[in-house]
């Protein structure tokens, strides 16, 4: 424990700190303040509203040393599913990319079609995150997650072509932006995307939407304590507010990761890591309700009081979380891997070694007896 005298000590030099930094503060407040005059009042709509949403990693790890299993499971708010696979930060790049196409070179899920829409053969060509092994090196973890998104992108561009019976606003969980495309596919997936909502109201004279949300973001986390200092969307209404692109970059380290289509250079240049418009947004009607980060896909942003009043019909009914698109809620429901479910699958797991052992297998079953960390008996 800190004893008094250093409390007293840490104590002044914080205030310290702070008081050196409070100039900091005053622009933080300054760069926010234009925002107070341009909040709108969301005016309420009807909408069809769907979402799409991945099992979250944190849930689908089936671990048992040396092994670790991925779950990699798309669904959206109705429990449709639109993928279900086991990786491992081990698995063959090879493989994966066998499980995509057909043996007559056809797409076999959605994550082929999109390959093949972007006019890539294998996954190292579609993302720089995703390379094959290298056994000088040890394997990085962090391809399984890149993986992930890719197949989640997948899956809401192939959402895109289905036949809608009504205006329906689509919702992904998550900012309309990622990193982990190789140079330029972003871009032309997102062209690819508006081509299809282009399509669906020539056609059929539907309307479909596109969102993103998140419940994080760098600019929301930057300029928090400004927003409640000054105001902004301290209303008695569901309010927005658009964040001009100039607070985006001061905000995220990566400035390709703030700047959108506006700034984007020709062809396939890869300045475009970003497919919304940021804005922020209060579904409820009291002042210190929270505030979400909100990107409406690019093409869209003219359509701004539209779509946000679909979004917050189905905010308002939001459960367990309040003012939060309870659609979103609903995917992430059917998606989570926990409880009953996550037991079976983490049995699979003793399955699948056991298969592996042949004769040996018998020392598995005593294995399983064993307690993995005495050490935690001290605390009962």
């Known amino acids: 424990m800190i004893d008094l005298a250093s409390q007293a000590q840490i ?15 005053d622009r933080l407040r300054a760069e926010i303040r234009s925002l107070k005059h341009t909040t709108c009042r969301i005016q309420p709509r009807a909408a069809t509203s769907i979402s799409l949403i991945g099992a979250d990693g944190g849930n689908c790890q089936l671990r048992f040393d040396p092994f670790l299993i991925h779950l990699v499971r798309v669904v959206d708010s109705s429990n449709n599913e639109y993928c279900l696979e086991a990786v491992s930060p081990t698995t063959p790049i090879r493989r994966l990319n066998e499980r995509q196409f057909a043996p007559d070179g056809s797409a076999r ?3 082929g079609e999109m390959m093949r829409f972007l006019g890539v053969d294998s996954l190292t060509e579609l993302s720089p995150m995703i390379r094959s092994a290298n056994q000088e090196r040890p394997v990085s973890r962090r391809w399984v997650e890149a993986y992930r998104e890719l197949v989640e992108w997948a899956v809401l561009f192939a959402i895109l072509k289905k036949d809608f019976g009504a205006d329906t606003l689509i919702v992904r969980d998550g900012l309309l932006r990622s990193v982990v495309f190789a140079r330029g596919l972003f871009q032309r997936l997102l062209r690819g995307m508006q081509e299809r909502v282009d399509a669906h109201w020539r056609n059929n004279r539907r309307r479909i939407h596109l969102v993103g949300v998140a419940k994080h973001s760098k600019v929301l986390s930057r300029y928090r304590l400004a927003m409640a200092l000054e105001g902004v969307l301290h209303t008695d209404y569901p309010a927005y507010v658009e964040v001009p692109r100039e607070l985006e970059e001061k905000s995220y380290f990566r400035a390709d990761f703030a700047p959108g289509g506006d700034y984007a250079g020709e062809g396939d240049d890869p300045a475009g890591y970003v497919g919304g418009r940021m804005f922020l947004v209060k579904f409820g009607s009291y002042r210190h309700d929270p505030v979400w980060p909100v990107d409406i896909f690019e093409p869209q942003t003219g359509n701004a009081q539209e779509i946000l009043g679909s979004l917050l019909a189905d905010a308002v009914n939001g459960f367990p979380i309040p003012s939060y698109p309870r659609c979103l809620q609903k995917a992430h429901e059917h998606a989570a891997l926990v409880d009953f479910d996550f037991d079976v699958l983490q049995d699979f797991i003793y399955e699948g070694v056991r298969s592996t052992l042949g004769t040996e297998a018998g020392i598995l079953d005593a294995f399983q007896l064993l307690d993995p960390d005495p050490s935690q008996h001290r605390y009962e």
């Open 11 to 25: 104590r002044e030099a914080i205030a310290d700190c702070i008081r050196a930094d409070r100039r900091v503060l």
């Open 109 to 111: 899920t959605a994550l």
